[in-house]
């Protein structure tokens, strides 16, 4: 059994948070997560509040245990999003893709515990200074909005900055990923592309094989040019994603080309027009499973590896 502050903390029994994927946690893979021990998150991406309060009390109906809202802060809803979680008294926010700070006053009153993703030690200083309750350390390793540090040096980075307790995120899907996350001082992980192979998410079929098959180089960063570096699935769509922004593409054009992407992924599984986001540890994802099979699998394979690292120091 892998405990620590952070279950103490948000009152959950393994410290394993599930990412906040826009379009595809919903309130039933949420509750799954957090049924099965873990912190479901619902993710807001750009949907409107109503949407988000409607998949708050879904996953409310299925599980009594602590949920969270990711909220988008680049979303032209993130303002309602915020509304919502208060009036809904979630548990946990966790924030994503930006700086929270308008909201942290609101959301500390309401008594939610407030864990932004920071990609970078100054972000992580402010957010301790604003009362957050924990940080989100991701690195670039991850799927979807991507920062410029990998989990590898992120991690440690924001250890020292902060003294808030640390989750990791971005490039892990096992046992050995969370104890190597432990290693780096963290004391909890963040999975997104794990999840996307639970049972209870929803996701097009044709998204779950291509995460089923994927291999070590199969994921690509696109839109730095826009200023929003995104990690998916090295598609028809993300190559020709790239090519455009290399070349004569106005930003117009992009902006065209992005929207909608990422719904045509996970409705429709539209490889052409589809946004496939997906971290870079997606060809550790093997089978589809029960999200509270997944969170035990991770936790008991964390656990030995742990459990020998006395052995090498003499
Ligand atoms: O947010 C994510 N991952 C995401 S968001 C998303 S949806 C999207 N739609 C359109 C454009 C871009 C994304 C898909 N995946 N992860 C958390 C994350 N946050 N990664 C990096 C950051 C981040 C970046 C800058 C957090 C704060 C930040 O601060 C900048 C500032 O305001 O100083």
């Known amino acids: 059994m ?38 479901g998150i619902v993710a807001a991406g750009n949907a409107p509040g109503e949407y988000v309060r409607e998949q708050i009390r879904v996953a409310k109906s299925l ?48 008594g939610i515990k407030v864990i932004p993703v920071v990609p970078s030690v100054a972000m992580a200083k402010r957010m301790e200074r604003l009362g957050a309750s924990a940080l989100i350390a991701e690195g670039g390793e991850s799927g979807g909005h991507v920062g410029e540090l990998t989990t590898m040096v992120l991690v440690p980075q924001i250890c020292d900055a902060s003294k808030l307790p640390v989750i990791a995120a971005g490039g892990i899907a096992d046992g050995r990923g969370v104890a190597a996350a432990f290693m780096l001082g963290a004391c909890g992980v963040q999975m997104g592309t794990r999840f996307l192979s639970a049972q209870e998410c929803t996701i097009h079929p044709v998204y779950r094989e291509k995460i089923l098959k994927a291999t070590d180089l199969c994921t690509m960063v696109t839109g730095k040019r826009l200023g929003h570096p995104v990690r998916s699935l090295r598609t028809q769509f993300a190559r020709d994603y790239a090519k455009a922004e290399y070349g004569q593409a106005s930003d117009e054009e992009l902006e065209t080309m992005g929207t909608g992407a990422l719904r045509l992924a996970v409705q429709e599984g539209d490889l052409k027009k589809g946004c496939f986001l997906a971290g870079q540890i997606a060809s550790v994802v093997k089978e589809v499973q029960p999200a509270a099979e997944i969170i035990r699998e991770v936790i008991e394979g964390a656990e030995p590896i742990l459990k020998r690292a006395p052995s090498w120091v003499k």
Do not use: R
Not at 8 to 17: A, H, N, R
Not at 72 to 101: F, H, I, K, R
């Open 63 to 110: 599980t009594e245990k602590p949920i969270g809202v990711n909220i988008m802060l680049l979303s032209p809803c993130a303002d309602e999003v915020a509304q919502v979680v208060v009036e809904e008294q979630v548990a946990v926010v966790t924030t994503g893709a930006g700086n929270p700070a308008k909201y942290m006053e609101s959301f500390k009153a309401a």
């Open 2 to 39: 892998i405990q620590s502050e952070i279950c103490e903390l948000l009152g959950i029994q393994y410290p394993v948070f599930q990412g906040g994927m826009a379009w595809i946690a919903d309130g039933k893979l949420a509750a799954a997560v957090s049924e099965g021990g873990g912190l």
